[in-house]
């Protein structure tokens, strides 16, 4: 991931970035492969009978708060299921988009020992097809 900064003549560079029409976020070339993806999954399912945590958000900049709610859900059941919003969502809810790609948050999310599953590029809303979702 590569993003660079660009500041007016004369700025300070450590002085940080004045507005956001300073900012450039070059795009990742990461390929989000099926292979590289289950390199970051556990690749268990829920035993029958298992209780199943669901909690969804953004995550971006995975920080330590997100692992502390990703423990705290996880307690809360056997099996952690959680969706990672997609940038159009978030960027409708907001009013501006994240600043990691949905991909990178995956990976984010998918690399926390607490969480078994993700959905990627899950509704803002839970639905039928998620609440009766067979892990297989």
Known sequence: ??????????????????????????????????????????????SPGARVVYIDGAFDLFHAGHVEILRSARQLGDFLLVGVHDDQSIREKRGYPPIMHLHERTLGVLACRY??????????????????????
Request: hydrophobic letters at 35%; glycine letters at 6%.
């Open 1 to 46: 991931i590569l993003q660079t900064f660009k500041h007016k003549e004369g700025v300070n560079e450590n002085a940080g970035v004045e507005s956001c029409d300073q900012m450039k976020t070059q795009l990742s070339n990461f390929l989000p492969t099926s292979r590289r993806i289950m390199q970051f999954s556990n690749g268990q399912a829920p």
């Open 115 to 136: 969480v078994d599953e993700v959905i990627i590029g899950a509704p803002l809303e839970v639905s039928r097809d998620m609440v009766c979702y067979k892990f297989l």
